[in-house]
């Protein structure tokens, strides 16, 4: 008997190739295979006479053989079979391209059932390639039928037949997980019913009842796995800390802190004094001072006699965290270093040692400090910083450095509360939503390159009151080379240098060059020996240059909007009055709409609900991202109701059954979804 678990191959029609080609869809057996959902469906239930076809619409027509199929080679490699159906109203002539086998498939007086586009006028009606199937069988015809996400050397009806087959032969196996009460209560369909009609739906009523259940499932199945993982992590017992009075450190600083960063800072502070590991996201905007949070509880876990390491993505932003965060410590004794690809042999060795004596404390770095010769006295705390550049497991690999060390996470990518709440399920998250004082907006213009010159005019006028500016160019692709970063920013810094701005300093920088010059030019732009850096998105994500007072950014179109934002909020990090400039030839109706939410609004929350608004949540789960699980049917945006009404079923049934162990279908299917995933979560 075939079960979820028989291969693929199982099914008639898959042979090795084939199984081949739906691996690259990830499926292999068949509980995959009824799992891979259609991405949309066509509507082929609408049956015409064939004197009421319209022109360019499609529709279904039963008619009968009237003339023996004709095939006629036209030229090599074009063949035609051609012959003429009739109903009760009027003729059809049908025509399919390089099928010559048809001819023999058609049998004059037989009644078929055609599906395709109605082209041409009475009464020379005609239609090219149509569907076909003996009248009655409605398989491809008279309903509605799904259509799959496709790769090479599968076709939709080898899917679709192939999905048939594995519904029919599972269907014993499809047992419902989701506990009857739970089915009941929130009104959802039997699991059966689901596959079947998320499939091959019987109408679109039925389609409806299919998703929601399917959407529930999913939803609810996440909500409790990470539950599950949340109170594991809370059976292993942290580094527990000591209260401590904050104000030493909140006096050494040269601003008072907002009250969101005092907020932040307060929960960090009481998780590391909880029994079990911190593992807090802080969100908040850019610019919003998430740096000092991360201080804070440095410096609170340095009070306690623990290490720390900071990890940052870029080699900039961890040199430019060391450079504030390290006088600020070192202040208070508190030992700091940094750890980047670019140093040397000589210095890594000492600080390694130092690292691994506690001399160190502190230790700031990228990726390098992931590396295995790395290693800790005791470290108690893990900052990681922009953390959608990290995945899950690199979180989880620096925390495996030490005795569960309590985690903080940083981020500025400010994603909307229940996307958050998804992908985040298992961190608790503060929100810094309040700037420092002082801030001004940054007022945004989108404009077509027909301004260049007044933008050019402009920037020399701030540049003549001391200001700095940023020029951002994408990668542009020449013909079919890979994209060069280098080309697009270096030519046009030396024309703006050449043409533009002889009298001024205008320098290239891009993530090609060598880490020692990337770092030399940022160096001097900080210091203010630049006028004019033109960049790449290496400067994107946390560089601050509080001078800085213009942003302009070359084919915007290029960019997405949560990115622009991020872009965007270099500038306006001072006292200055700053300025976003948008630049696009790009007519086009989206980009006309994402350039307009940038001039209208600087709330990088609203920016991001907008941004899912245009894209949908497929960019924030790519399961890259976060390791969790990808939602197939739950679409976030318009499933708001279902996530709240499976988010409530998941906590009634965690209060009655902890460890779901009176549910154990439910909880095989959980440990199978997150199997992959439960080292990199813990
Ligand atoms: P982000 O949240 O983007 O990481 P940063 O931590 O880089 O923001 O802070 C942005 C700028 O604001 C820095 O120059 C920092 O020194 C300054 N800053 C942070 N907190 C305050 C505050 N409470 N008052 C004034 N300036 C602040
Ligand atoms: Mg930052």
Known sequence: MPDMTTNVRYVRGIGEQRAKSLQKLGITNLRELISYFPRAYEDRREYRRIADLVPGENACVRAMVATEPKLSHIRKGLDLVKLRVVDESAALELTYFNQSYLKNSFHLGEEYVFYGKAEGNPPRRQMVNPLFEPEGANRVTGRIVPIYPLTAGVSQNVLSSAVRQGLDACADDLTDFLPEDVRKSCQLCHVRYAYENVHFPADEEALAVARRRLAFEELYLL??????LRDRRGAVTGQKCAPTDLAPFYDALPFSLTGAQKRAIGDAVRDMCADRPMNRLVQGDVGSGKTMVAAAAIWFAAQNGMQSALMAPTEILAEQHYKTIAPLLEGFGVRCALLTA??????RRSVLE?????EITLAIGTHALLSADVTYQRLGLVVTDEQHRFGV??????????DNPHLLV?????IPRTLALMIYGDLDVSLIDELPPGRQSIDTYAVNSGYHKRIYDFLRKLIAEGRQAYIICPMVAENDELPDERKAVTVYAEALQKDVFPDLTVTPIHGKMKPKEKDA????????EIDILVSTTVVEVGVDVPNAAVMLIENAECFGLSQLHQLRGRVGRGSHKSYCILV??????????RLAVMTKTNNGFA?????????????FFGSRQHGLPSLRVADLTCDMELLHLSRAAAERLIADDPDLAAHPALRGRIDELFELHATAMN
């Open 584 to 593: 696009s030839d790009n007519t086009g109706e989206d980009n006309r709409q």
């Open 521 to 528: 030019v940022m160096r001097a732009f900080a210091a203010g």
């Open 354 to 358: 130092q690292l691994s004596s506690g």
């Open 607 to 619: 920016i991001a609900e907008e941004d899912l608004k245009l894209r949908g949540p497929g960019d």
């Open 223 to 228: 909500t409790l796995g990470l539950r599950l």
């Open 393 to 402: 497991d690199q979180r989880a690999a620096l925390g495996a450095k030490g």
């Open 410 to 414: 940083m981020s500025a990518t400010p």
């Open 342 to 347: 670019a140093t040397t042999a000589k210095t």
